[in-house]
């Protein structure tokens, strides 16, 4: 059991590690096309694994309310969306391809403002993984193995492209390929932690469990509504965001039915 836990917490983090080592090999910038597809492709992914890795389960564990089941999933999922919001407002950080700063004013260069636009929305795909397994750990029914593997399995492809997405523009704009791979990478070193920080907690407080995960999901969905979707469609072509975010999607949903 350790070993798989050890394996699902550090699944994402190697996805976003070996993505941002796609800088130490290619020699161009990915084109706009090309971050418009892995960002829908990521979209995708992360709204499948919102719905059927954790708003399912939460409804699930809460079935003993009957037709009132959907309270704590409603509650837990309003509460990730107003957390996400909240650290949106306070965090400063820059979105790709836009020159205006979010979060409260601050003198942090650009770079480090694009690190901490990835980081902000590791934040809740470190949770998702940290509450599944926490869940998994503590002989939960609604949560098997296969399942929890699928949601780390998810997160880490869907962490590819963000990896490179991330290392790449840094390169682009002046850093050295090998400091452009360690802030890609260090943009993902908040998911094993906060996912390691997150079952910890989750475990002690078992009852809340579906509002956990509903929270989880909440926070995932808007990170994809606020800020990955409106970078799927900008520009021309952006008809290949969506075909990539259903691609994603269809792969999530997938492996969460095959596996769980």
């Given at each position: 059991m350790k070993n798989e836990i050890f394996t699902g917490l550090a699944l994402p983090f190697a996805g976003t590690a070996l993505g941002a080592g796609c800088v130490l090999f290619m020699k161009r910038q990915l084109g706009?096309?090309?971050?418009?597809?892995?960002?829908?492709?990521?979209?995708?992914?992360?709204?499948?694994?919102?719905?059927?890795?954790?708003?399912?389960?939460?409804?699930?564990q809460a079935s003993n309310k009957g037709r009132w089941a959907f309270v704590?999933?409603?509650?837990?999922?309003?509460?990730?969306?107003?957390?996400?919001?909240?650290?949106?407002?306070?965090?400063p950080h820059l979105h790709m391809d836009s020159d205006k700063a979010e979060g409260l004013p601050s003198k942090l260069g650009r770079s480090t403002m694009m690190v901490l636009a990835v980081t902000l929305h590791n934040i809740p795909e470190g949770m998702a993984v940290g509450i599944v397994y926490a869940g998994l750990l503590n002989g939960s029914e609604q949560v098997t193995?296969?399942?929890?593997?699928?949601?780390?399995?998810?997160?880490?492809?869907?962490?590819?492209?963000?990896?490179?997405?991330?290392?790449?523009?840094?390169?682009?704009?002046?850093?050295?390929?090998?400091?452009a791979f360690a802030d890609g990478v260090l943009s993902g070193a908040v998911e094993p932690i906060g996912a390691a920080l997150t079952m910890f907690f989750a475990g002690l407080f078992?009852?809340?469990?579906?509002?956990?995960?509903?929270?989880?999901?909440?926070?995932?969905?808007?990170?994809?509504?606020?800020?990955?979707?409106?970078?799927?469609?900008?520009?021309?072509h952006s008809n290949i965001g969506v075909l990539m975010f259903s691609t994603g999607f269809s792969l999530m949903m997938a492996l969460d039915v095959a596996l769980g």
């Open positions: 706009s096309s090309v971050r418009r597809a892995l960002t829908g492709f990521a979209s995708g992914v992360m709204v499948a694994a919102s719905v059927w890795s954790l708003l399912i389960p939460a409804m699930e704590p999933a409603v509650i837990g999922f309003w509460c990730g969306i107003l957390f996400l919001l909240l650290l949106d407002s306070v965090i193995s296969g399942g929890a593997f699928a949601l780390a399995l998810g997160i880490a492809i869907q962490n590819f492209p963000e990896g490179a997405v991330i290392s790449m523009p840094l390169y682009a704009g002046g850093k050295s390929k090998r400091r078992l009852p809340a469990m579906p509002y956990l995960m509903s929270f989880a999901a909440g926070a995932m969905l808007y990170v994809v509504v606020e800020e990955l979707i409106p970078e799927m469609s900008q520009g021309e």
